[in-house]
């Protein structure tokens, strides 16, 4: 029997456009003799509505269909834009960014005990916060860049910032995602402009080296048992929000990366650790600085970019599962997860 899976997709982050993107591409690869697709869309202004396959696809979406959730005998259902109530078996959140990849959402569908795709509140939170991530990478041993932490309502000092990371260095939101707001910075004068960019993405940014290596993303899946995809290798002079988008980009993704097995092994190694300090679950994307005497941590993404050339859907299909077993598994994850929930809670009562 089909289960019901809703797609939740749009959102007030920066990021509100990327996400349409990998829904579609989520939608396509859904197995329909399994699944069948209720889409979910989220104006910028934060209005929850019930969408179409049309819609997604065209990018023009209706603003009358206004979604609740109501609770029905002992569970939350949406009733749909024709009165119906619709229980969903899972949620799959292709939110990226503030609000959708934060634990926000996430604690939303805790409350609301639906199963949902993805770590939970607090591997989303920990991981959305670039800051708070490095502090307890840097604590479990995993290798981190040298950064500041910069906050808006206090004064900093050019100088020394300079002085302690060197130049070139790069300044970024701590908590955006899809490189939104980040800056490489070559030269002192630069320094105020790209702290003020930042700043209009969060209120807490960090100033950070700038590493001259390769840039290695390993794809993450799993619960209690976790696995990791092959490495892939992002080849671009800097990687921020306009290379990765724009049709213009030079940048080019090599999957699988150029490594030897032990250097494979080492960053798997590496990755599945990370995945699991910071309590993720589900799925996550860890992206690394790679050189020929440090391995480090850039960051990890929660909700990684789904569109039909992002990294991780690629990085699993090269490592022997394609994406619709892919989003299949996805799936199955969340709502083991919520049932292993379910039995510690009746166990307690």
Known sequence: MQKIVGILFGGKSAEHEISILSSRNVVKNLDRNKYIPFLIYIDKNGNWLESSEEELNTGNFSNKHVLMLKLESNEFKFISSEGKSIKVAAIFPVLHGPNGEDGSVQGFFEIAEIPYIGPGIAGSSIAMDKEITKRLLNKAGIGIAKYITLLKWERYNKTAIIRELGLPLVIKPSRAGSSVGISKVKTIEELDAAIDLAFQFDYKILAEEYIKGREIEVAVLGNEEVIASIPGEIVSEFYDYKE??????????????????GEIKKLQDIAIKTFKVLECEGMSRVDFFYTPERILINEVNTIPGFTNISMYPKLFELSGIPQKELITKLIELGIERQERKNKLKSSLN
Do not use: R, V
């Open 244 to 261: 990765k988008y724009s049709s213009e980009s030079k940048t080019h993704l090599d999957a699988p990366a150029l490594l030897e097995k």
